[in-house]
């Protein structure tokens, strides 16, 4: 019972690295499924991580799309006309990807994310130095859209820029946080650096 319990669970993963496609009667085709890029954000906060793309259904004659998981170092300025403090935690972004061109992994696409963002501010400042600000800043967002363009180089490389813009819902400041002091509108622009396989 262990065994075919065993077996049952890995089956998914030897299909979440590859498909197979029939090109030809005879002829079997096994595409690349997963993308695995470094990539950095400008953005408030700033993401520097990682990010998997894992293609859904090749759809012949049809737009493409695949499914996204961005984890990310993240970092913060807060100033409150006091002085700047810098924040520092962690992005977790899942969302998909549409790809413009029929038939196509490349070029030109959308996506939009659901993300979750929580990053810590702890340090002295003032004259003296002994003055101590802490506090948590964290947020959600649903409307978190992109737009960019994949560019293959060769066969298992892509470097893919977009920019994109993120709607914050903050979570009540905690500590000395204020959010009135951070924008929940902002501008994103980005670049991601893959492989695939």
């Not at 061109?101 to 400042?125: T, V």
């Not at 101590?132 to 947020?139: A, H, L, P, R, V």
């Not at 979570?171 to 946080?177: A, L, S, T």
Request: charged share 15%.
């Amino acid at each position: 019972m262990k065994r075919i319990l065993l077996l049952v669970l890995l089956l998914p993963a030897f299909n979440y690295a590859q498909e197979k496609q029939e090109s030809t009667p005879g002829t079997v085709v096994t595409e690349p499924k997963l993308t695995l890029s470094f990539y950095s954000i400008s953005s408030d906060p700033a993401q520097f991580g990682l990010s998997a793309e894992y293609k859904s259904k090749h759809l012949s004659g049809n737009r493409n799309s695949s499914y996204l998981l961005n984890i990310s170092a993240a970092a913060l300025d807060y100033n409150n006309n006091i002085a700047n403090f810098n924040g520092f935690g962690v992005v977790v972004d899942l969302g998909s990807r549409t790809y413009v061109k029929k038939g196509k992994w490349n070029g030109f696409y959308a996506e939009n994310f659901i993300s979750y963002g929580n990053l810590e501010f702890s340090s002295f400042f003032g004259e003296s130095g002994t003055t101590y600000f802490e506090g948590t800043y964290s947020y959600w967002s649903i409307i978190n859209p992109n737009v960019g363009y994949k560019f293959m180089i060769g066969e298992n490389f892509c470097i893919d820029p977009s920019i994109g813009a993120n709607w914050k819902w903050e979570v009540k400041g905690k500590g000395d946080i204020d959010n009135k002091n951070i924008n929940n509108l902002v501008i994103r622009a980005g670049v991601k650096i893959g492989f695939i396989f």
